[in-house]
């Protein structure tokens, strides 16, 4: 399938999809949003894909946010669509997909660039990257699920001082709070992320797909629950009697 604003590059049990929108800074419009749903579909049906990666074309932005102009004249219903379309479409998908979704932030992640990065399970970000959640300087709130999900990774207190002042929060202050995972030169940052992609695609899928789903719960009172019913059902799956087995017998396991 041939796609307009995305780029998708499968190697070594991993995918790479890139926003391929440079002359906006690869800001997110309504096709783009189709786009990446639309690929993600393909890759969570594809066996040989395990991780995939995220990121945007160049060295300037991962995503510099939604693309205004499609959205100025909107009234409140069609604003509420939109946000709850875009939740349903792929904000919510990327974060509930049963294999695991790294973000590659190569630059400017602001506004619904921050909340797409937030939605995948891991961040990893270039030395040059800022990251923020400028909505309120529109007279807006962050839509695609920004106030919702940075609370969790960073603390309300922070979370509100970002939101609330607009404020761009540079590569090393984002590892710092806990909004990315590691920090790395921009022409490290792929094969980085990379690296780490390929030390996942090694393990139990079947086991991260049950831990992707419990840990999205644990901030409810099904997470306790809903581990002890995974780490069961895990019992009786052939990922864990090859491991089991490979660990008994000296030997790399074979997933």
Do not use: W
């Amino acid at each position: 399938m041939t796609y307009e604003n995305i780029l998708l590059k499968k190697e070594e049990k991993i995918a790479v999809i890139t926003i391929n929108r440079p002359e906006s800074l690869n800001a997110l419009n309504a096709l783009t949003i189709k786009e990446i749903s639309s690929v993600l579909d393909e890759l969570q049906s594809d066996d040989e894909v395990r991780v995939i990666i995220l990121t945007g074309s160049g060295e300037k932005s991962f995503v510099a946010g939604a693309d205004i102009k499609e959205f100025s004249n909107f009234n409140q219903e069609k604003a509420e669509e939109l946000a709850r379309n875009g939740q349903n479409i792929l904000f919510d998908k990327i974060e509930n997909l049963s294999k695991p979704v790294i973000a590659a932030v190569n630059g400017f992640a602001l506004g619904g660039g921050l909340e797409l990065a937030m939605s995948c399970h891991i961040r990893y970000a270039s030395e040059n990257a800022k990251l923020g959640l400028p909505e309120v300087t529109l007279g807006l709130i962050p839509g695609y699920g920004g106030t919702q999900r940075l609370p969790k990774l960073v603390g309300k207190g922070i979370a509100n001082e970002m939101i609330f002042s607009a404020k761009m929060v540079p590569a090393q202050k984002a590892k710092e709070i806990g909004l990315v995972n590691e920090v790395f030169p921009i022409e490290e940052l792929l094969s980085k992320t990379q690296e780490l992609a390929k030390i996942i695609a090694h393990n139990s899928p079947m086991a991260i797909s049950k831990a992707i789903k419990a840990t999205n719960l644990s901030d409810t009172d099904k997470g306790f629950e809903t581990e002890i019913k995974f780490f069961g059902e895990l019992f009786d799956m052939k990922d864990k009697q090859e491991g089991v087995s490979a660990f008994l017998e000296k030997r790399k396991p074979n997933f």
